[in-house]
């Protein structure tokens, strides 16, 4: 991986060639990371990577129009090549009817503890002791196999502009992804995800795996229909990971997003309120400046059900006549760091207020029918439990989450006080989410087809 200097040197050489060009104004973000993965399956490891990428991603702007254009390799021939390319093609380029200018720097930048851990530069064989740990753990509570993977990475991420912006940061990862087996079709899954390695629970993980994988193997039918459902971990990290980008304006603009023309009405349950805190301690998508160099902040998204703001980056906030969220994304807006606020029960008396549902485990392959109305389904797998007077009594199978964003919202009734930090393999929205489970009543399924 590219050191910090050499990532900073190499940001300030493409500035460099920026200030030469007839441009308006140009910025240009580096990125310089090393990632580690593992692999296993069959209660054994299969593989071991490592890999180092590198990313310089330029913005060119001259007349209103705007030019993106990216190098893979910190090679300033490579860079000065695509930035003259750049320059042939950008007066063809329609202009921007709603532009701001990029933000006049230098500013002032908060720290954020907790985001970056050393240990991750080179983790050696401690990846492989976690897996062995889960592993164990999972097979000791009563899987037959164990399969997944451990992820982690180390980043420097640079932001600069010829408007006075420069800073970057450090930043770390590591996330475990584990499914037990007892048969092939009664499965568990759970994970273990932070910015510092000494805080991922191989244990836990696989005891979770295994426990559900082990409840799996006892079936009872549950008909499609409506039913209470209490969202789970791994599956409200993935809705509440959809919940948060809806927000974004450029879907909000595209008329891609329920929360349309929305905006300070109450759109859910005054149970539910979700925030993009990008400033969090130990956040996994924690961070301190966006694409463009703005410095992150807190932003509320849901308070007590009702819809606060839209997401912006500059462009968006210019024409929707408002100010940035830093949320940039120099395209789209995107949200950092999802919260979704605690509630005052606890995980069994959610279970028994559910008295007669459904616990959904894990939910993904979301897919929208209608974006604009937030109809969407997706796959259950990895543990669909039937609840009968507040206890859990079998395994369903066969069913799919169909239902809307909205309603959802509208319908939750209970929410969790123990809150974790959610990411996993399959969140496919790839937005890092704290929350706790959450009962929603009358959450739509639907027959599973193949």
Known sequence: ?????????????????????????????VRSARGDQIRFSSNKIDIANTWLDFNADIQLVKDRRIQIVSVASP???????????????IGSLPERKAYDELPEGPFSYPIIEGIYDPKLEDPGEKLSDIVTAAINSGLSSGAKKIAGSIR????????ATTTGVKVCEKRSNVYLDIRAFVSPESTGHSFSCSRMMNEIRPEEAGREAAED?????????????????LIWYSAIGNLGGVFGSLAGAMYVMMQMSPYVSKLNEQIGSDLISIVDDPLRPGGYGSRSFDMEGYPTRRNVILEKGFLRTY???????????????????????????IVISP???????LIEELRDGLIIRNATYLRFQDYRAGDFSAIIRDGLFKVEKGEIVGSARGLRLSDNVLRMLSNVFAVGRNSRQIYHWWMEWEVPVESPPIAVRNVGFTSATM
């Open 213 to 229: 994988a082990l409840m799996s193997s006892k079936q009872v039918k549950v008909e499609p229909g409506r039913h209470d459902a």
């Open 152 to 159: 982690s990475g180390v980043e420097i991420s640079c932001v």
């Open 311 to 337: 997401l912006h980056n500059r462009l968006t906030a210019k024409a929707m006549n408002t100010n940035t969220t830093a949320n940039a994304g120099w395209v789209s807006p995107q949200p950092w760091n």
């Open 1 to 29: 991986m590219e050191g910090y200097e050499e990532s900073l040197g190499f940001v300030e050489d493409i500035l460099d060639l920026l200030y030469k060009q007839n441009l308006d104004e140009a910025a240009v973000h």
């Open 343 to 349: 509630g005052d029960m606890s995980n069994d008396e």
């Open 75 to 89: 090679d300033i021939d490579a860079a000065k090549l695509q930035i003259e390319r750049a320059m042939k093609v």
